[in-house]
């Protein structure tokens, strides 16, 4: 058969991973359990794609998170006809027709294009670390939605000639003009239906003097449009559409001028983001910003971040917490794993931190081999509570608590290529590893020497045979206060990552004096005292090691 022919016929896994919105691997899982039909050139025949995609994809299979955000839905249409005949009656509310635009979005569209307008409290905050002067400053919104951050740029002393806005909904941008229009008289032709990342990119000059935006948090772009994206702005690994509206903004400023953003808490802490963490401390980083939960129908925290295009003078940046409001030094975040964020610490306990990281330790990224636990893609149907011929126990994350594992309450059926995704038997079979929980706001291992299997509210390490101490030794420095106090003040998260317990410090020169552990014992080791708030400090003498 010709090449051409051959390739009608077939598609490549990336190919295939890409249409079903899930990662190479869970294609190749496919393959091995049989629902795939792979080619003796590395790809997929599009029969068995095709035959995967209708009768099995969203149903047996967990391949995309559109089945959860397919469960409602609007009539955009007839929504947007409805607001642009609003926009042209007089004596609408300006100030709530952006609010009731939102709110007559489904949840589906929402999340398809990461929109959350924002509130005006929020928008105010950000214009503290500005200039007085403003009026003959250019202003531009990215990503303008329904004109918050334009209103705000307005009452804080922008002239309206130099204000600038884009946003790809029509709808958005028909009420940010009339909004503008209604609060100045003046009717902007600067306010623009245009994505601001593609006009980035043909961009012949810098021309913005501030930025401030919400860009979309996780908006489904294409792998492909995300790694071209990411290419052209020289985002690294940082390709979610929130990162790579800041790397693009940074193109369009000013020299000195200034960015400001409100973002997920992931760019925040989330190893994916270190590049465009890196690029802002790079910068001169004004402050750090911690506005809560501000969307009611998102479980994710928002901070924001506000820098000025210019090298970083090595000047304190302002960090404001939800309860008070601190200083940081740049090399302080720099220092971090990852150059993570985590502005809610302390100065004290930032150079805690600092002081653990001094000490002699190895890490865990180097030194084990990691796995997911089993992903069945349909608990319903394939666990149950009471043992059966031919299943396994299996453990969630509930059963563990710190070096305890509880009796199993579900059992799976034996055959692994019923499941989406399985890690590598030897893992499982291996004579010692850690499990631990995986979505936890705190470090919970249990040393494992039976070979357990368990889902995917539970993980596991592997120790390589060149890590100078026990798996069970290794447990008990995981689970103590020290490595718990550690974990939560740099990564602030709940969920326990396999990139965030590959960077800590593992000090296994403890057991070298240390036949037993002792929680007290290691802190004073390492040469910190627990303060009465549950924190460390450092010791004023240092008795442990060098």
């Given at each position: 058969?010709?090449?051409?022919?051959?390739?009608?016929?077939?598609?490549t896994?990336?190919?295939a991973?890409?249409?079903?919105?899930?990662?190479?691997?869970?294609?190749?899982?496919?393959?091995?359990?049989?629902?795939?039909i792979?080619?003796e050139?590395g790809?997929?025949?599009?029969?068995?794609?095709d035959?995967?995609?209708k009768h099995?994809?969203?149903?047996?299979?967990?391949?995309?998170?559109?089945?959860?955000?397919?469960k409602?839905s609007?009539?955009?249409?007839?929504?947007?006809?409805?607001?642009?005949?609003?926009?042209?009656?007089?004596?609408?509310?300006?100030?709530?027709?952006g609010g009731?635009?939102?709110d007559?979005?489904?949840?589906?569209?929402?999340?398809?294009?990461g929109i959350?307008?924002?509130?005006?409290?929020?928008?105010?905050?950000?214009?503290?670390?500005?200039?007085?002067?403003?009026?003959?400053?250019?202003?531009c919104?990215?990503?303008c939605?329904s004109?918050?951050?334009?209103?705000?740029?307005?009452?804080q002393?922008?002239?309206?000639?130099?204000?600038?806005?884009?946003?790809?909904?029509?709808?958005?941008v028909?009420?940010?003009?009339r909004?503008?229009?209604?609060?100045?008289?003046?009717?902007?032709?600067?306010?623009?239906?245009?994505d601001?990342?593609?006009?980035?990119?043909?961009?012949?000059?810098c021309?913005?003097?501030?930025?401030?935006?919400?860009?979309?948090?996780g908006?489904k772009?294409s792998?492909?449009?995300?790694?071209?994206?990411?290419?052209?702005?020289?985002?690294?690994?940082?390709?979610?559409?929130?990162s790579?509206f800041?790397?693009a903004?940074l193109?369009?400023?000013?020299?000195?001028?200034?960015?400001?953003?409100l973002?997920p808490?992931?760019?925040?802490?989330v190893?994916?983001?270190?590049?465009?963490?890196?690029?802002?401390?790079?910068?001169?980083?004004k402050a750090?910003?911690?506005?809560?939960?501000?969307?009611?129908?998102?479980i994710?925290?928002?901070?924001?971040?506000v820098?000025?295009?210019?090298?970083?003078?090595?000047?304190?940046?302002?960090?404001?917490?939800?309860?008070?409001?601190?200083?940081?030094?740049?090399?302080s975040f720099?220092?971090n794993?990852?150059?993570?964020?985590n502005?809610?610490?302390s100065p004290?306990a930032?150079?805690?931190?600092a002081?653990?990281?001094?000490?002699?330790?190895?890490?865990?990224?180097?030194?084990?081999r990691?796995?997911?636990?089993?992903v069945?893609g349909?608990?319903?149907?394939y666990?149950?509570?009471?043992?059966?011929?031919?299943?396994?126990p299996?453990?969630?994350g509930?059963?563990?608590?710190?070096?305890?594992?509880?009796?199993p309450?579900?059992?799976i059926p034996?055959d692994?290529?019923?499941?989406?995704?399985?890690?590598?038997?030897?893992?499982?079979?291996?004579?010692?590893?850690?499990?631990?929980?995986f979505?936890?706001?705190?470090?919970?291992f249990h040393h494992?020497?039976?070979?357990?299997?368990?889902?995917n509210?539970?993980?596991?390490l592997v120790?390589?045979?060149?890590?100078?101490i026990?798996?069970?030794?290794?447990?008990q420095?995981?689970?103590?206060?020290?490595?718990?106090?550690?974990?939560?003040?740099?990564?602030?998260?709940?969920?326990v990552?396999?990139?965030?317990?590959?960077?800590?410090?593992?000090?296994?020169?403890?057991?070298e004096?240390?036949?037993?552990?002792?929680?007290?014992?290691?802190?004073?080791?390492?040469?910190?005292?627990?303060?009465?708030?549950?924190?460390?400090?450092?010791?004023?003498?240092?008795?442990?090691?060098?």
């Amino acid at each position: 058969m010709p090449l051409d022919d051959l390739a009608v016929l077939s598609l490549t896994i990336a190919e295939a991973a890409d249409a079903l919105g899930v990662s190479t691997a869970s294609v190749r899982n496919w393959i091995k359990a049989g629902y795939l039909i792979s080619t003796e050139r590395g790809s997929i025949t599009r029969d068995s794609f095709d035959e995967f995609r209708k009768h099995v994809a969203g149903q047996e299979k967990l391949v995309t998170r559109a089945n959860k955000s397919q469960k409602d839905s609007h009539d955009h249409g007839a929504l947007s006809s409805r607001i642009r005949r609003l926009l042209t009656k007089e004596g609408f509310d300006c100030a709530l027709i952006g609010g009731q635009y939102q709110d007559s979005l489904s949840d589906a569209y929402r999340n398809q294009e990461g929109i959350y307008y924002t509130p005006e409290w929020i928008t105010e905050r950000f214009f503290t670390y500005l200039p007085a002067e403003r009026a003959g400053l250019r202003f531009c919104d990215p990503c303008c939605g329904s004109g918050n951050f334009i209103l705000a740029a307005v009452d804080q002393g922008f002239s309206p000639e130099n204000i600038f806005g884009f946003d790809i909904d029509p709808v958005a941008v028909a009420i940010t003009r009339r909004r503008l229009l209604a609060r100045t008289g003046y009717d902007s032709p600067h306010i623009q239906c245009a994505d601001f990342l593609e006009t980035s990119l043909q961009a012949k000059s810098c021309g913005f003097d501030v930025i401030f935006t919400n860009p979309p948090w996780g908006k489904k772009l294409s792998k492909a449009q995300k790694q071209a994206y990411a290419t052209q702005f020289s985002a690294g690994n940082s390709s979610d559409t929130c990162s790579l509206f800041f790397f693009a903004s940074l193109t369009r400023l000013q020299r000195t001028g200034y960015l400001g953003l409100l973002l997920p808490d992931a760019f925040f802490n989330v190893a994916t983001f270190a590049t465009a963490r890196r690029r802002a401390l790079s910068r001169d980083i004004k402050a750090l910003m911690d506005f809560g939960k501000p969307f009611p129908s998102l479980i994710t925290k928002a901070k924001g971040i506000v820098l000025q295009n210019q090298t970083n003078p090595h000047v304190p940046i302002i960090c404001e917490g939800l309860a008070d409001t601190t200083e940081r030094t740049p090399s302080s975040f720099q220092q971090n794993p990852k150059s993570i964020l985590n502005f809610s610490c302390s100065p004290d306990a930032a150079a805690v931190i600092a002081h653990l990281y001094a000490q002699d330790h190895l890490k865990l990224a180097d030194h084990a081999r990691f796995g997911l636990g089993i992903v069945t893609g349909n608990n319903k149907k394939y666990c149950v509570s009471l043992p059966q011929p031919g299943y396994l126990p299996v453990y969630k994350g509930a059963d563990l608590k710190p070096g305890i594992l509880r009796e199993p309450s579900l059992f799976i059926p034996a055959d692994f290529s019923l499941y989406h995704q399985v890690a590598p038997q030897e893992l499982y079979d291996a004579p010692e590893k850690l499990i631990y929980r995986f979505i936890s706001s705190r470090l919970v291992f249990h040393h494992d020497t039976t070979q357990s299997y368990f889902l995917n509210s539970v993980n596991m390490l592997v120790p390589k045979p060149d890590l100078p101490i026990t798996g069970q030794q290794l447990c008990q420095l995981l689970n103590s206060r020290v490595m718990n106090w550690l974990f939560q003040s740099i990564f602030e998260t709940h969920k326990v990552l396999r990139a965030d317990i590959g960077a800590l410090p593992i000090h296994t020169r403890y057991f070298e004096t240390h036949d037993g552990f002792d929680d007290d014992a290691y802190a004073n080791f390492l040469g910190i005292e627990e303060t009465d708030a549950g924190g460390y400090r450092i010791k004023e003498s240092r008795e442990g090691a060098s």
